[in-house]
Each structure stands twice: as C-alpha cells, then as structure tokens.
C-alpha cells in the first residue's frame, strides 16, 4: 500500500499549495485558516529532530533517576525535557504564515500580526542577509513587507535562513507565493 505523504513521489497538483503556489488555494478551501506558503527546510527540520532526540535522552535519564529513587531528580529532567520539546515546536512553527486576514511572522519568541490593510508592498531585494540567523552576514535576497503608516515589518524570510539554504527555487516559490497573497488580499 502506498504511502504518498511519507514520500516526495506526490501529486504535482497536491503538492502545488503546499510548496508555495503564487495563488492562494481555491475559493472552497478555508481561506481563514493560517498556513505556511512552503515548507520548513532542512536545516530547520534537522536542528528540530535533534533537538527531539535531547528531550528522549533527558526523559529517560528521568525514568532511571526516577526508578533510583530520586523524585525531585527526576522531575527536574522531566521539566527541562518538556521546555525542549516545546522549543522544538516553536522552531518548527516559526516562519511566515498567510490568511486572509492578514500576514503573521512567528519567531521562536514572539509573534507579529499585520492585516492586509496595513501591507502596501512585498517585495524581493537583494540586501546583506544573517546566515542561518547567525550574526554573520552575507549578501542575499530577502522578502520585505512595507506597512502603510507604520514602522517596515522584519526580514520575512531570507535565501540564506533554515529553509532556504541551498534551496534557490524553493525560496523563488515561496516569495511568489507571499506576494501572490499580498496581491490579492490587499485592499
């Protein structure tokens, strides 16, 4: 029995929203709902499963300090093992996510929503870019989103961050994708 969303062997029709289609979905999907316009990348992903693979490390610390007979021991990893996986998930989740309602920026510690009434632009420009979010700089590109009356929103996402390192034509897809949005939901 085939297994078509364990493989990369789908559907170019169903792989079309997923991986960044300059259009929104279709009119009968649910256009309230947050989605990610691409995927997370393989640096993201791989930092992620690494970071799961800590917490299963700590939680079985905790069952042996546990079955030692230190309980205040075990709890401690327990916490620390539960704070993990939760940076875990944040880290998967950060990144830019598109409704109609708005556009909203998750970072692994804060969240930014915009509405599409504040977006008068978004747009691709070439600019110095922190490589893997490290404070080392390159020259690259960089999806910027101007807001009308307010301060300009953060580097959206960069050719250079966790999902789109060594990944061109990915990062191509999910700008058309981001100002595919902006260009039909702004008002």
């Keep these: 029995m085939p297994l078509p969303f364990l493989t990369a062997d789908r559907d170019a029709g169903e792989l079309a929203p997923a991986a960044g289609a300059a259009a929104p979905p279709a009119w009968d999907e649910d256009l309230a709902r947050w989605r990610r316009p691409y995927r997370p990348g393989p640096w993201r992903v791989g930092v992620t499963a690494l ?10 610390a905790a069952m042996i300090i546990a079955v030692a007979g230190s309980l205040p021991g075990s709890g401690v990893c327990v916490a620390v093992a539960v704070l993990v996986i939760l940076l875990a998930v944040r880290l998967v989740r950060a990144g830019v ?10 970072g692994l510690l804060s969240k930014k929503t915009v509405p ?6 978004v747009r691709t420009t070439q600019q110095p870019v922190r490589w893997l979010g490290l404070p080392r700089t390159v020259q690259g590109q960089a999806v910027v989103v101007e807001r009308a009356g307010g301060s300009p929103l953060a580097t959206l996402v960069t050719d250079h961050g966790a999902d789109f390192l060594g990944r061109p034509q990915a990062f191509a897809m999910a700008c058309d994708a981001v100002e595919g949005w902006a260009a039909d939901f702004r008002r």
């Excluded at 996510?97 to 998750?106: I, P």
């Excluded at 599409?116 to 632009?121: P, S």
């Design 51 to 60: 970071l799961l693979l800590l917490a299963s490390y700590v939680l079985f």
């Design 97 to 106: 996510w598109v409704s109609e309602h708005g556009l909203r920026h998750v």
């Design 116 to 121: 599409w009434a504040e977006v008068t632009a």
